[in-house]
């Protein structure tokens, strides 16, 4: 099935990493070309966004969406991972915190915040992976990160768990929020159970098992792809001739047809399509010119 592309919802099961669900993505596809648009650790469960054949050169795009999470969190102990995966140490608590003392707490980190990464991340130091210089006792050296908490509700709170729903940023930890919410109340903390919701347009309500994926009869496994436009859902789009997509694609700049701004969202880029209205790749685009410059091509006929 070489000429697969697009996207599958997949609700990640515990236990499996998102790597296993890749690899298994290709066992049961035959598609070689396979990657997934952000790591949910094996702990947790929810959407992962997996891309098939040329809907991987996407992959940044649908990282860069907001992502909404359900959380427990667990009070009165501190683990070395953050979550319930590391070795957990008890933290002595004179007095258990009120919900009113919670939803305060809560409400500290709603906003543009800067959060600590935990020790065991897969974020780069000097070309090494931060879990893997921690397993081996090795100094890591963290760096505080700018990320957004457009919303935190408390869902439930019975001492010693705190169910919370997260919408957040593109680079938000949920064990990291768990973990310094524990910080403000005094208690410490670590987070135990974890579903993401949605990524972008990408819901768990639409989400498929990773056995049902199907390829079993003709165009089956197709009506369970998202297309690949999915990811530039938002973006402002700009249709060009052959010759422009070409000029383009060697790394020249061309005039845009029309004048383009922005968008509120953030994301600084168009989406560039061909007379068959197929997206081939992304763009930026100058306002001082007016020229629209490749920043990442996804169409393979264009990287020939």
């Known amino acids: 099935m070489p000429n ?23 066992s049961l596809t035959g598609v070689k070309r396979v990657g997934h648009a952000g790591t949910l650790d094996p702990f947790a469960t929810g959407v992962l966004v997996v891309a098939v054949g040329r809907a991987r050169f996407l992959i940044e795009q649908v990282q860069s969406f907001e992502k909404v999470y359900r959380g427990r969190i667990r009070l009165g102990q501190i683990s070395d991972t953050d979550d319930v995966e590391g070795e957990k140490t008890t933290v002595a608590v004179t007095e258990q915190p009120t919900q009113s003392q919670v939803l305060l707490a ?12 935990p020790t065991y991340s897969a974020l780069k130091v000097k070309g090494r992976k931060m879990y893997e210089l921690a397993r081996k006792g090795l100094p890591v ?17 019975d001492y010693p768990h705190i169910d919370i729903e997260a919408r957040v940023s593109k680079g938000t930890y949920i064990r990291a929020l768990a973990r310094d919410i524990g910080e403000e109340l005094g208690t410490g903390a670590f987070l135990e ?4 919701q949605r990524v972008g347009s990408f819901e768990l309500k639409d989400a498929i098992d990773v056995h049902d994926i199907s390829t079993s009869k003709p165009g089956q496994l197709e009506q369970q ?14 249709r060009l001739p052959a010759h422009e997509l070409e ?7 061309v005039t845009a ?34 020229k629209l410059k490749s920043r990442r091509i996804f169409d393979e006929n264009m990287l020939r």
């Open 225 to 238: 792809l998202w297309p690949i436009d999915t990811a530039t859902q938002g973006l402002e789009r700009v």
């Open 257 to 290: 047809p029309t004048q383009f701004s922005r968008k509120a969202h953030g994301i600084p880029e168009l989406a560039v399509i061909d007379g068959d209205d197929r997206i081939i790749m992304l763009a930026s685009y100058s306002r001082d010119d007016h």
């Open 247 to 253: 000029r383009l694609a060697h790394g020249e700049s």
């Open 4 to 26: 697969l592309h697009g996207f599958l919802n997949i609700n990640k099961p515990a236990n499996w990493t998102s790597f296993d669900v890749v690899a298994k993505v290709r």
């Open 141 to 157: 050296e963290r760096k505080l990160r700018k990320v957004t908490i457009h919303n935190l509700k408390l869902i439930n709170y």
């Open 193 to 196: 159970k974890l579903v993401r």
């Open 106 to 117: 809560l409400a500290k980190f709603k906003g543009p915040i800067e959060q600590m990464p």
